[in-house]
């Protein structure tokens, strides 16, 4: 078999993987081949949209989290905390319910005097805890990829490698760039936040359960109890795009869900193990992140078990592995999957960095406020005072071979580009 031979196997390989897994593992071996894939991916959603007439201009389907360990799973700060812990809990459920209540309510009692608007839901009390670095269950995605990955380059914090055993080295493991499709997330419009204003709804709920909303959009179920129910859905879709309702009705939820009694929270979630939604007064760094939160609707169960609840899968472990160079023409079928995991090389670290310099996404804009300025100016300064190195110095000594010395200067640049702001 000659080379061509085995490029266009593996291709076909790679086809037949992504067109039947809801969740991939994509490894990035060209960085500049990864952009052009995401921007297609991004318009390929939005020609979806625009011609199904739901949005003026179309949705982004995908939201992103870069993590600086390719090996750690998605887990929350509050979920990373109970690693030790979970298995000496008697009635888990509620009773993480009830500490996190508690931290909500202590929180509250001791900054209220600091916010504009102390009556706050418990949902923005949480968020705003999430803001400042208290442990919640709330776990950040981004709309954009580049915020992701520039995520994907900072330092780990403590925290984050005590979720993992035994993890690697920092400056030897992989990065990666986790793409969630959140249009595989259930439809939340059959949840009691937004049933009960639906006509008819305690007739639906006696007759069909908690599958009202399946029936009502099966054009083979034709009872005339759902007449109503219909025509004010139809109305309600046609006054507000799609996301605007999406977000409305999934903060709603979360709210619901977390001011529901600690034994309670499931009858307001159901079936759905994550809900994903847009702080309601978000914060100026929330804003230049293009932040958003998703959240696991029943606090004792991993993140990463919900995703693979989500996607019908029994293990993000047993996922299959891609390179991209050889998704070929299953990149059409890209968009189906639940979740992709992309892995980058530490050996792209630089490149990756330089990427991001040029495209401005930088340390204050990441952080728009005094805080991130100061950030910034501190790494400048560092990186002016980083040793530069005297190349006419270097080989007038004589001690070190040509090849020596541009490997000092490459490890140099390397790490000037590592405290770029």
Known sequence: MNQEQERQKAKDCAD?????????????????????????????????????????????????????????????????????????????????????????????????????????????????????????RLVDFSESALIALYFALQPAKVEDA?????????????????????????????????????????????????????????????????DRAREFIANFQHSYTTEVITSEVNRELASRILEAPLDSSQDVAGDIPLIYFYPERPSARMLAQKGLFVMSTKISTPFMKALCGVAEAEDFQNAPIIKLSELGNSKGQVPDACLIKFLFKRSMEDEVREMLRMANVGHDMIYPDIQGVADAVSSKIKQSFMGHLNVDELKSGGTLSASEIEDRMK??????LKVWG
């Not at 490890?411 to 000037?416: G, H, Y």
Request: hydrophobic share 35%; glycine share 6%; proline share 4%.
């Open 162 to 226: 005590n979720c993992v055993d035994g993890g690697k080295e920092k400056d030897q493991s992989d990065f990666a760039v986790w793409a969630l499709n959140r249009e595989s997330l259930k439809c939340y419009f059959q949840q009691s936040c937004v049933g009960k204003v639906l006509p008819g709804f305690n007739d639906l709920r006696v007759k069909y359960g908690q599958s009202f909303f399946e029936k009502m959009n099966d054009p083979e179920c034709d009872d005339p109890l759902f």
């Open 16 to 136: 037949e993987k992504s067109s039947k897994a809801e969740i991939l593992v994509i490894q990035v071996d060209d960085f500049e081949e990864w952009r052009k894939f995401i921007v297609e991916q991004e318009y390929a959603a939005d020609d979806k949209y625009i011609h199904q007439g739901c949005e003026f201009g179309g949705k982004k389907k995908w939201v992103y989290r870069g993590q600086s360990d390719a090996t750690w799973p998605i887990a929350s700060s509050f979920e990373r905390l109970l690693t030790s812990a979970v298995k000496k809990i008697k009635c888990l459920e509620r009773a993480l319910r009830g500490r996190e209540r508690e931290s909500i309510i202590e929180f509250k009692k001791r900054a209220w005097h600091y916010v504009p608007d102390p009556n706050m839901s418990y949902l923005e009390w949480l968020t705003l805890m999430r803001h400042h670095g208290v442990p919640t």
């Open 411 to 416: 490890k140099n640049r390397s790490a000037m």
